[in-house]
């Protein structure tokens, strides 16, 4: 959950744009988002609806326009960070394996070369 604070600077928007979003399209936010009175705390998918009102703001579309295209266009699907931990850590082992592999291959490598008789000028590396 995000405080206004917090969504006004994501969505890099002013805090009063942000207030007045959240009381014209208040049915189409969560309860804890439209709260009066109490401090509104905006879910992920608050966020994403904000952030799709405030670029058909800035397309310069009307609120009847926006409250239409609201209706009609899915949310973006939400995907929690820590649900990517799994994946980012299989993709990180992945790539950590590769590395070794490819450092054995250079290692070998070298080995060949210096296996191979070549003058003492050709075997010259750069350290």
């Not at 850590?89 to 490819?102: H, K, P, T």
Request: glycine content about 2%.
């Amino acid at each position: 959950m995000f405080t206004p604070g917090q969504v006004s600077e994501m969505l890099d928007i002013p805090p009063s744009s942000l207030r007045r979003y959240a009381t014209e399209y208040s049915d189409k936010l969560s309860e804890t988002a439209r709260q009066t009175g109490k401090r509104r705390l905006y879910s992920d998918n608050d966020v994403m609806l904000l952030k799709r009102i405030r670029q058909y703001t800035r397309q310069r579309k009307t609120p009847e326009q926006i409250r239409q295209l609201l209706d009609v266009v899915e949310p973006e699907p939400t995907t929690n960070a820590l649900a990517l931990v799994p994946e980012v850590l299989q993709a990180f082992e992945s790539l950590a394996g590769e590395i070794n592999d490819m450092r054995s291959e250079i290692a070998a490598l070298k080995d060949e070369i210096d296996r191979l008789k070549l003058p003492w000028w050709r075997k010259l590396r750069p350290k």
